[in-house]
């Protein structure tokens, strides 16, 4: 089993449309949890940290929910711009290791 | 402020031939430091982590190497490449533990390998 399983998509949603994508872990154990962006060939950069009282970045809302063990992404109001594969990625607490899903691509089209 | 640089940006190298890849991080100490390989369309795979200079743990049992002869310096390599090691390689780094800053992971420009 996966540490961590997301959906690859594609979501293809319209400009201005409210889109949300799913992660889950499969390790209760895990203690830090973060959501990337990755552009086509490039490397991934970090779009946020998840903390477990759910946080906000401005049109972006991340939700942790532990007894479930799984993190979401909300992107509200979406751009062009948005166009990008995430990643979800957990840490274990004192471990040097980090755990990337697979990645959801999203499309926003005009 | 913390920057981290990859070299070379891209390579194409034949079949069986040596490989050397580095990365070197400035403006921390002691860093952990990380290299991935993600092929075309695909997820991070995890091939070699390091929490100190000499230390290095393998993930993934290949025809690649790694080594950290100082601390903000790591170098990924092979003595013979297979036409499956053509991917984009990826190192990062993150604080080590105890440094009070949460543990995030940030990622160099990448090297795009063909072997050809």
């Known amino acids: 089993r996966k540490e961590v399983e997301q959906d690859p998509g594609p979501f293809n949603v319209p400009e201005g449309a409210t889109v949300a994508f799913n992660c889950t872990y499969s390790?209760?154990?895990?203690?830090?949890f973060f959501w990337y962006r990755q552009d086509c060939r490039k490397e991934p950069k970090l779009l946020m940290s998840?903390?477990?009282s759910g946080n906000e970045d401005g049109r972006f809302t991340a939700q942790l929910n532990r007894a479930s063990q799984y993190i979401s992404l909300l992107i509200r109001d979406s751009k062009l711009s948005d166009s990008a594969t995430y990643l979800c990625?957990?840490?274990?607490?004192?471990?040097?290791?980090?755990?990337f899903g697979s990645g959801t691509k999203l499309n926003v089209k005009p | 402020s913390q920057t981290i640089h990859q070299w070379p940006a891209t390579l194409v190298q034949p079949v069986g031939s040596p490989l050397s890849l580095e990365c070197t991080v400035e403006?921390?100490?002691?860093?952990?430091l990380y290299w991935y390989r993600q092929a075309a369309g695909r997820g991070l795979q995890l091939l070699f982590y390091?929490?100190?200079?000499?230390?290095i743990s393998s993930e993934v049992p290949q025809n690649l190497s790694a080594s950290r002869p100082q601390d903000r310096q790591f170098i990924l390599s092979s003595k013979k490449l297979l036409l499956s090691d053509s991917g984009f390689y990826l190192c990062?780094?993150?604080?080590?533990?105890?440094?009070?800053?949460?543990?995030?992971?940030?990622f160099g420009p990448g090297t795009r390998l063909l072997v050809l």
């Open positions: 998840v903390y477990s």
């Open positions: 990062a780094w993150s604080p080590s533990l105890g440094q009070g800053r949460k543990e995030t992971q940030y």
């Open positions: 390091s929490v100190g200079i000499g230390q």
């Open positions: 403006g921390t100490s002691n860093p952990n």
């Open positions: 990625v957990v840490n274990l607490y004192n471990f040097n290791k980090f755990y």
């Open positions: 390790n209760s154990a895990s203690q830090s």
